[in-house]
C-alpha cells in the first residue's frame, strides 16, 4: 500500500467528503478520487461507498481506518521527536474552545505555558461548534462544557461554570425588580428566541413561575447580551465570569442573588492517542493545574 495513498484515504474518511478532503491535502478532487481507486485495487477490497455527497466506511474501510489512525499519530510522534534535534525547532498544538472562555480567559491565562515550553507554539479555534474539529483533527484538542461521547475520547474536568441574571442597577429600580414573577413584564436578553438558553435558571425556579419569561429579545453572543444588558435592554443571563469586573464596578447586578442556576462542567476533551503525545500531555497538565479561582469561578 502506497502511503501518499493511504494518507488521502485517511483524510478522506475523517471528513467524508471528497472535496474536502482535496481541500485539505491541497489537491483536486480528481487526485483524491484517483488515489482511492489506486488504494482498493491495492488491497483488492471496497473500503468506501458514496452516499450522495458523503461517504460511508465499509467494514474493510473501517479496519483500514483505525490502522491508519496509529500510523499516521505515530509518524507525527516521530515528526515530533525528531524535531528535537533540529536547531530552534516549534512544535505546534492547535486548541479549540468556546468563544467567551477563550477570548476572555483561555488567552489571559496561557503565556505561563509558553514560557515554561519555548518549544512549543499554540494555534486557537474558538467556536461553539468544537466536535467536528476534534474529530477531524483540525484541533489536538478541545475546552467544553458540552459533553462528546466520542469513542476513544480521554475527558479532563476543569471547573464548574456558574451563571448569574445581570441588569443594570437604573433598570432594576426604574422596573422595580423585586421578584421572579417581575420577569413577566420586562424584557428577556437570550441568544435564542425559545430560552433554551435560560434553562439552568429556569429549572432553579418553581415549575409554576417558568412562564414569566415571554418578551425575548435575542441577541446571539454573550458580549452582546452583557452590553445589552448595561444599556438597560433587559435582563440577561451569562456565566459569572464574564462579568467579574462590571459586577466589581456596580455597573450590572444580580436581581435575584437567592436563586442558585444549575451550572455547567467545563472539559478538556482529546483523543486517547493525542494524549500520549508529550506536548499535549504538558498543555493538559497545565491546564488542569490552574485554580478554578484565577478563572474567576468557583
Known sequence: MDLYHLKTFFFLAKVKNFTKAASLLFVTQSAVSHAIKK??????????????KTIVLTDAGLTLFASCERIFYEIERADQDIAKFKREAKVRIR???????????LVKHIKGFLDAHPDIRLDFFFSHHLETPLVEDEVDLIIDCKEHLLPNLAK?????EQYITIAA????????????EDLERINILSSDKHLKWWQNFIMAIPEEKRCCLKNVIQINHIRGII???????????VPKYTV????????LIDPFPHIKPGA??????IKQDKLTFQRN????????LLKPSEFGVD
Do not use: C
Open 39 to 52: 488504494l482498493e485495487a491495492s488491497v483488492d477490497t471496497p473500503l468506501l461507498l458514496r452516499k450522495g
Open 95 to 105: 486548541i479549540g474552545s468556546t468563544v467567551e472562555f477563550g477570548t476572555s480567559i
Open 156 to 160: 479532563i474536568y476543569l471547573f464548574q
Open 169 to 180: 442597577p437604573a433598570f432594576v429600580r426604574e422596573h422595580t425588580i423585586r421578584s421572579v
Open 227 to 237: 452590553n445589552g444588558a448595561v444599556s438597560g435592554l433587559g435582563i440577561g443571563f
Open 244 to 251: 467579574l469586573g462590571e459586577l466589581a464596578e456596580n455597573i
Open 264 to 269: 455547567d462542567h467545563f472539559n478538556i476533551f
Open 281 to 288: 500531555k504538558a498543555l493538559v497538565d497545565y491546564l488542569s
